[in-house]
């Protein structure tokens, strides 16, 4: 036999199911949900193909001329030489921008050939390999020994010894983009729940709505149904992520890695958490669209505030009050992915910040709970949040 109470969360139950389709299947079949899909897709692959493309190295041209390129010595990597026959097709081609830079030997000199707006890593490589020829030509008119010389500098070279990972900055880049995308996914579609809910206001669906169902039944199925339709776009934009990083070949942090991805997907749907029961309870505080701007200024400045923190916070990650804020919600959702692009934060701490975030979650959706339950039947009039909190 069946007990009152759980005959009570059944019907619980199925209410919330029936507001959480209601929901869903409104924004699958709405043109403005796909658009806006579309455009964070195109919003994503252009942040990674853009990143991919500032990252790749680019080839510059020395033209070399008067001597053999073995005695300019050995360029760097990015540096590609080229011959020129004299100073005049040196000149030209510098100036033609054919060539970055030019070495030019004449009249037993080294002359170097730069633009004003040659790279600073020509304008390097130039002036070292026109001084490696004279160093060279000094050591033939003083009969050095080079093989001797070569050995006993190779036995007291520096060793270069490599600190850090130089694809941080990179990653860091990256995930911050990547995490403000989410963080307008959360205004986005927390601004969408409240003015669903000022339409059913003003329309008075609501008050028909209320009338098989209690006020937190259908705060929680809208809720559910709108953030069930945010999380296809955000799976819709990590796939988007994955195949712009895997088209572009991206091996220098301009994607973040699966963990961090993954990282990043349960920290949008934290937050996303946190602050869906805040704009909900806006939009049950006023009953004309006209006046929802005026409510939801308070949720919108404290849901961008994580974003200002994390740029801040990137310039060093691992700063003392960095490691303090990143578990304090509403910033652990920028914080902790930012910290997991670039494998700064062990599992333990994210289960640490998660708890804490779940247990601002908690109370923020009890608080917007009684705000909606005392506000969303007063139609014609605009609730302000202190008499919504006195109440």
């Known amino acids: 036999m069946s007990t009152p109470a759980g005959n009570n969360r059944s019907k619980a139950l199925r209410d919330v199911r029936l507001v959480y389709q209601r929901e869903v299947t409104a924004r699958f079949t709405s043109k403005g949900y796909f658009a806006g899909m579309m455009i964070m897709v195109v919003a994503v692959v252009a942040i990674v193909m853009g990143l991919s493309y500032l990252n790749q190295p680019k080839t510059l041209h020395v033209a070399v001329c008067g001597a053999t390129s073995a005695e300019f010595g050995t360029p760097p990597e990015d540096i590609q030489v080229k011959a020129c026959s004299g100073m005049k097709q040196a000149r030209s081609a510098t100036a033609d921008e054919d060539a970055d830079a030019a070495v030019v030997i004449a009249d037993g000199r080294a002359s170097v050939l730069v633009r004003g707006n040659s790279d600073q890593r020509a304008r390097d490589a130039a002036v070292?390999?026109?001084?490696?020829?004279?160093?060279?030509?000094?050591?033939?008119?003083?009969?050095?020994?080079?093989?001797?010389?070569?050995?006993?500098?190779?036995?007291?070279?520096?060793?270069?010894?490599?600190?850090?990972?130089?694809?941080?900055?990179?990653?860091?880049?990256?995930?911050?983009?990547?995490?403000?995308?989410?963080?307008?996914?959360?205004?986005?579609?927390?601004?969408?729940?409240?003015?669903?809910?000022?339409?059913?206001?003003?329309?008075?669906?609501?008050?028909?709505?209320?009338?098989?169902?209690?006020p937190v039944r259908l705060m929680i199925g809208k809720v559910a149904g709108i953030g069930t339709a945010a999380v296809l776009q955000i799976l819709v934009l990590v796939g988007a992520l994955v195949g712009a990083g895997a088209v572009s070949g991206s091996k220098t942090g301009s994607v973040p890695g699966t963990g961090a991805l993954v990282s990043l997907l349960v920290w949008f749907l934290l937050s996303f958490a946190l602050f869906a029961g805040l704009f909900a309870a806006a939009g049950s505080l006023v009953s004309r669209p006209e006046d929802l701007q005026s409510v939801l200024m308070p949720v919108m400045v404290i849901a961008l505030m994580p974003v200002g923190v994390a740029v801040a916070a990137a310039n060093d990650?691992?700063?003392?009050?960095?490691?303090?804020?990143?578990?304090?919600?509403?910033?652990?959702?920028?914080?902790?992915?930012?910290?997991?692009?670039?494998?700064?934060?062990?599992?333990?701490?994210?289960?640490?910040?998660?708890?804490?975030?779940?247990?601002?979650?908690?109370?923020?959706?009890?608080?917007?709970?009684?705000?909606?339950?005392?506000?969303?039947?007063?139609?014609?009039?605009?609730?302000?949040?202190?008499?919504?909190?006195?109440?």
């Open 128 to 214: 070292v390999m026109g001084r490696s020829w004279a160093l060279n030509k000094a050591y033939a008119e003083q009969h050095v020994d080079r093989a001797r010389l070569a050995r006993s500098l190779s036995e007291t070279a520096p060793h270069i010894v490599s600190v850090g990972d130089s694809s941080q900055s990179k990653q860091v880049g990256a995930a911050i983009s990547l995490v403000i995308i989410l963080f307008v996914q959360i205004t986005g579609q927390g601004s969408l729940i409240a003015q669903g809910i000022v339409e059913e206001k003003s329309t008075r669906i609501v008050e028909v709505l209320l009338s098989t169902l209690t």
């Open 317 to 391: 990650l691992s700063a003392p009050w960095v490691s303090v804020i990143q578990y304090l919600p509403p910033f652990s959702g920028m914080l902790i992915p930012m910290q997991a692009s670039i494998d700064n934060v062990s599992l333990l701490q994210q289960l640490l910040a998660a708890a804490v975030m779940l247990v601002a979650i908690a109370g923020c959706m009890w608080l917007a709970s009684r705000i909606y339950r005392t506000s969303i039947l007063k139609i014609g009039t605009t609730v302000r949040w202190s008499q919504a909190l006195a109440a």
